[in-house]
């Protein structure tokens, strides 16, 4: 048996952007068919312009050993789910050629294939039979799979009423139990508490030590770089870094930072429905002037400004993530748990802060991603929205200071209590 699970060949997918119209749009197009034949089909008959053409994919090539976990990362829109859907054979490639050796397991979205008006239990099923599965093989995984997934109360009611976590964590359970040669998960960390994601990571580890393939692509950087020694880049649809997982979380890291010096209003690379934008990120000291370095120990206050918001629009809170160098979430804040009502106007829009008495992150460089909601939707969410440095303080008249080895990234206040030398 060969040693690669994995080969894929100049692949490229192509998709024609700039086509969809309203249903207005789209009786005026029939009234032009009709009025002017020769001109609709020249028009739409012609090759598609430069501006027409989005390159979700162009010219990728690699290839995956047998057992090997890869991590593929980058930005929204960089082309990572484009290519697990063609590894998945849900769509295909525009050219190229990708091959897969043994059978397929794959959790791209949550609850992918399953049916909400059948129950847990049936989705279970269901899902493995698409997965190519004999039923007594899913016969004798299935209490494996659903200890597992956490939803035994709740297996025989209809997926419709299940949470977005349930869906995704029975989701996972069955493409990892059902014994696939190669596992293919995007983003299953996005969604669950942090009892799961140390499941999945644990479970997702036991697949690859058993000899199974596994491609998982993530934002988390903490959880990639402790699943995967090797590591891809994607950038606008092409590999950028093919290396060492620590050298690809850097490329993408710096690629953030770069981003920072546009102008936040104006960056596309957000998600959200976008009924609201953070448009500035201001970051304060004790004196509350601007600065891009804090002390540690000292008040320090995050700024964030919105877009007018509109009428019909409630924003229902603001949260960040302060996230160190090496991509590991060390601290999170959310408007919601608590605080004062401040409805002044920034000049931009609206103004929300939130001030920390005394910052207890250790020397280093940081970065925040910010996400705001209203009307019960994500309304938008940047990564790298900021980044700022700190440098050395008290705490608590403790001196911090910076040390190449020290492990990491909060000082809580804390004493020793040392035996007497004699």
Known sequence: MSDIAIRVENLTKRYRIGRVQSKQAGSRTLLQRAASPFRYLSTTLRSPGEDEILWALNGVSFEVERGKVLGVIGRNGAGKSTLLKLLARITEPTSGRATIYGRVGALLEVGTGFH????GRENVFLSGAILGM?????ERKFDEIVAFSGVERFIDTPIKYYSSGMRVRLGFSVAAHLEPEVLLIDEVLAVGDAEFQRKCLGKMSEVATEGRTVLFVSHNMAAVQSLCNRGIYLQRGKVLVDGSINDAVATYLK???????????????????GGMRLVGVDITDESEMAAMTLITGQPAKFVFHINQIPPAMVLEYVDFTIYDLQGRPVAYFNSGDAGEKDSRDSGLGTRVVCAVDELLLLPGRYRINVGI????DLQDHVEGAAFFNVEEGHVRGRPVVARSQRLGSVMLPHRWILPETR
Request: net charge negative; charged share 40%.
């Open 116 to 119: 909400p008006e059948l129950t």
């Open 255 to 273: 690629m953030i930072e770069d981003r920072t010096q546009e102008d936040l209003s104006l960056r596309s690379d957000r998600g959200g429905q």
């Open 373 to 376: 909601a209203g009307n019960g």
């Open 134 to 138: 004999k039923r007594t093989e899913i």
